[in-house]
């Protein structure tokens, strides 16, 4: 498939998706939410053993297109639908996605690409980046899972701050408050990503999955389900070739070659 607002590159099984609308400093119209769709689900990156996440230009995404729509004919826009339709999905699929998606946070990220970043399994960021809620300041609600991350990733009080003041925090910050993973200098940036999943793409994938699979539901959970889980999916784990592989590598004093399976 030709795509026209993303660029979708794979190689060494990671998968490369940067957001391309660098005038509209990556915000997202109907059809980059389409083709970004149809690049998580494309079978040859679905071959993959980790995807990338990333901006085109000088920003990360600056959230919905609010060129988009035109408010002086619509009287009652349903944002909800668009929601439903569009967002609600993208970070459902990123979260069920089995290999790991990482977030290269290359420059500002406001409304909902703020909040995809975190939707993401890791978050790298140049330390020129920043993270705004902008979402106050045209008069909305945090969307795109940031209600629901902010307040586990960096405590109530903080989650509620961004949100209600819509103020840009840096990357450095994000970092400190365990919003992000790491904070990376900008030159730096794509180098240190790349190379980090391309380790990670010769990981166990199939218990990265699972482990994404279990912490996620744990932020739901309460102990005796986690329990549960845990057994539940080692019994999965355990039945993988990589957990073979993985023992065998240590009797023999050797590294473990994964496969991913
Ligand atoms: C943009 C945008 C943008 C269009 C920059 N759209 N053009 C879900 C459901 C339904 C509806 C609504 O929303 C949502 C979820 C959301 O994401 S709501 C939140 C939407 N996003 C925002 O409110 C952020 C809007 N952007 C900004 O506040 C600033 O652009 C930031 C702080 C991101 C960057 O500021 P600057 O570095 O000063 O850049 P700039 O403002 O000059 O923008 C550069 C260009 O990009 C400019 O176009 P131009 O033709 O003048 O060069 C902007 O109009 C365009 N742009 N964000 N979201």
């Not at 977030?103 to 939707?119: E, H, T």
């Not at 450095?172 to 990376?184: D, E, L, N, P, S």
Request: proline residues 4%.
């Amino acid at each position: 498939m030709a795509y026209q607002t993303i660029l979708l590159d794979i190689a060494d099984n990671v998968a490369t998706v940067t957001l391309n609308r660098p005038d509209k400093l990556n915000a997202f119209s109907v059809e980059m939410h389409e083709e970004l769709r149809a690049a998580i689900k494309d079978k040859k990156a679905a071959k993959a053993r980790a995807m990338v996440l990333t901006g085109a230009g000088r920003a990360f995404c600056a959230g919905a297109d609010l060129g988009a729509r035109d408010l002086a004919t619509e009287e009652k826009p349903d944002l909800g639908a668009l929601l439903e339709k569009y967002y609600n999905p993208l970070i459902r699929a990123l979260r069920r996605l089995p290999m790991p998606v990482i977030a290269a946070v290359n420059g500002v990220a406001a409304g909902a690409g703020a909040n995809i970043a975190p939707g993401c399994v890791l978050v790298f960021a140049a330390r020129s980046a920043s993270f705004i809620q902008a979402f106050i300041r045209i008069g909305l609600v945090p969307d795109a899972g940031g209600t629901y991350m902010l307040p586990r990733l960096i405590g109530l009080q903080r989650a509620m701050g961004l949100a209600i003041t819509g103020d840009k925090i840096d990357a450095k910050t994000a970092a400190q408050w365990g919003m992000i993973w790491k904070c990376v200098d900008d030159d730096a940036l794509m180098d240190e990503v790349k190379e980090f999943a391309r380790h990670i793409a010769t990981q166990p994938t199939r218990s990265i999955g699972l482990i994404k699979r279990a912490l996620y539901a744990s932020l739901g959970n309460d102990l005796d389900s986690q329990l549960d889980l845990e057994r539940n999916l080692q019994r999965v784990a355990g039945h993988g070739t990589d957990y073979r592989e993985g023992v065998r590598a240590f009797l023999e004093k050797r590294p473990a070659n994964f496969t991913g399976a």
